[in-house]
């Protein structure tokens, strides 16, 4: 390493430093921020060199996504109802009914050059379809009779799977596993609701599962987390082994991968036995770019997928309660083990009884371990109510909310899952901020696009696609959302003291941006342009801009 300093000058520096929160200077020396101020201010350093090209833009710390996944889905068809923009710039068009879901499907089948193939989809979603109507096997055998098809929803808990593939399975009217969906005869409509259903499909095709990365998928979703200003991001639910783990270190090694990884261990698919004692040996990889040691734990599915748990009164429609993807005894087990070997849990929490579940065991899991400033973090919690809220902040538990889903999803909260009155505290920043709950937001990428400062923006506004304001009284402030998107998700990783905000000793990690987000509307603020990141001192354009 050098003595080298540089001084980046910018329009303005918005550090999230309690101490110095606006600065126009920040000098950096090895990757490290030296310190902050004003040029005279930072002169102190010795010789440097006077950086400029964001003399007319403005830097915060690099964006924190708490919860992400580095999967890369565009290598299979997009069948979602938005329109989504992929890695490389390409706009597909968001699909309105499922009769154009199959006819897209049968367009991508008849240029399949090899009938033994698995034609993959994703990003279905039929909630948004205003007959209602779900995907069955009659559906795809207007695809294929023959063909192996997978149909992944846009949630992830659920996938529609062909007739050849049920086959395969040997899913059938016999089988007795939940989340294999059945019509009123009791035969299988081919949709499948959970892990250990979906599993039984994968295992008799040739794709990959959501959970195996390789270092192709790493880079990829790297550069889409600089085109959005992110420098650290999990891959919240890896399946830890020997493959993916490779991945990792490869890419992480590599001084111009532009993206911190934290990856968090799968633990569903470990024993409670084992597991523990298997992420705490992964942290011997970890470097100044991967964080391994986190883990999650899968409770219940997705609310709009009717497969969240809620409490009385359950879903407004009537359908029954969603899926626990193991026995709540068996994820209380899991808590306990995990939190008494030391390590920091994410736990996926969609509908308020399994908030209810995850907050119980670790409230046990503490009574049997204590452990100050664990950070345990019920992620999604979107239906926690308040009395929940202020277990969380007695316990010393974080959440992170899928602000986003109050856009993609609010809609239909409102009129077919929740109601008007559970829909009004989804996501509630408002309350976990009143309470003095440590909170972060979300957009769980890929299931909604990897972009904070529309995050922060869904936070902000509380504003559903069809314009309706949810719940005007958990809206949050900007400056609330930007830490949120910085500081906030870092002290939810227990990286806090490493990225989150511009100040001495932490990495030079910097979000670059074209406008100030505290001096326009909030109802611009994810219009705002990303010119890119910095890591480590190192300026990175996003993808569509040039230096």
């Not at 010795?46 to 400029?52: A, K």
């Amino acid at each position: 390493m050098t003595n080298t300093t540089t001084i980046f000058s910018a329009q303005k520096i918005l550090t999230m430093n309690s101490y110095q929160p606006v600065a126009t200077h920040v000098a950096v020396r090895d990757g490290r921020v030296l310190g902050v101020g004003s040029l005279s201010e930072l002169t102190c350093w010795g010789e440097y060199t006077l950086d400029e090209q964001f003399s007319d833009k403005v830097l915060l710390p690099g964006f924190v996504e708490a919860h992400s996944h580095a999967m890369n889905p565009w290598e299979n068809t997009y069948v979602g109802f938005f329109d989504r923009t992929d890695p490389y710039g390409r706009v597909w068009q968001g699909i309105k009914t499922l009769e154009k879901v199959i006819e897209r499907l049968a367009e991508i089948e008849q240029v399949l050059d090899d009938p033994n193939a698995t034609l993959v989809a994703w990003g279905f979603d039929p909630i948004y379809f205003r007959d209602g109507a779900r995907m069955t096997l009659e559906h795809l055998d207007k695809v294929s009779h023959n063909r192996r098809i997978l149909v992944q929803h846009s949630n992830g808990h659920l996938l529609n799977a062909s007739r050849k593939v049920l086959e395969l399975a040997g899913i059938d009217s016999t089988t007795d596993v939940e989340g294999v969906i059945k019509d009123d005869r009791g035969n299988p409509t081919g949709e499948l609701g959970e892990m250990a259903a979906q599993y039984m499909a994968y295992k008799v095709t040739d794709v990959r599962r959501f959970d195996g990365i390789n270092s192709k998928d790493l880079w990829t979703f790297a550069n889409t987390a600089t085109n959005v200003g992110v420098t650290t991001a999990t891959d919240l639910h890896a399946r830890v082994q020997d493959q993916n783990i490779q991945s990792y270190v490869e890419v992480t090694q590599n001084t111009d991968y532009p993206l911190r990884l934290v990856p968090a261990a799968a633990a569903l698919t470990m024993s409670i036995q084992d597991g523990p004692a298997h992420v705490s040996k992964l942290k011997q990889h970890n470097n100044d770019k991967l964080y391994l040691g986190l883990c999650k734990i899968m409770t219940d599915g997705s609310i709009q997928g009717f497969t969240g748990r809620l409490k009385w009164p359950g879903y407004i429609n009537g359908k029954p309660n969603g899926i626990w993807n193991l026995p709540p005894q068996t994820l209380t087990d899991m808590v306990e083990a995990y939190h008494a070997a030391g390590l920091q849990m994410h736990m996926h929490t969609n509908g308020d009884e399994a908030s209810e579940l995850m907050i119980n065991a670790i409230e046990a899991a503490l009574h049997k371990n204590p452990r100050p400033d664990h950070r345990h973090t019920l992620t999604h919690c979107q239906m926690a109510d308040e009395a929940q809220f202020r277990r969380m902040a007695q316990l010393g538990i974080c959440s992170n909310l899928f602000a986003n889903h109050i856009y993609y999803w609010g809609d239909q909260h409102y009129s077919l899952t929740m109601g008007p009155d559970r829909a009004t505290r989804m996501d509630a920043c408002g309350t976990a901020k009143r309470l003095g709950v440590p909170y972060t937001i979300h957009s769980d990428a890929p299931v909604t696009p990897l972009d904070p400062l529309f995050t922060a923006w869904c936070a902000v506004n509380r504003q559903t696609a069809s314009g309706r304001v949810l719940g005007p009284s958990e809206r949050i402030e900007v400056p609330d959302a930007l830490h949120a998107i910085t500081l906030g998700a870092a002290f939810t990783l227990h990286l806090d003291h490493l990225v989150g905000s511009i100040e001495s000793g932490k990495f030079a990690d910097f979000a670059v941006l074209q406008n100030d987000p505290t001096d326009v509307p909030a109802e611009t603020l994810r219009d705002i342009a990303v010119w890119g990141t910095v890591v480590d001192g190192i300026p990175r354009p996003a993808s569509q801009q040039s230096n």
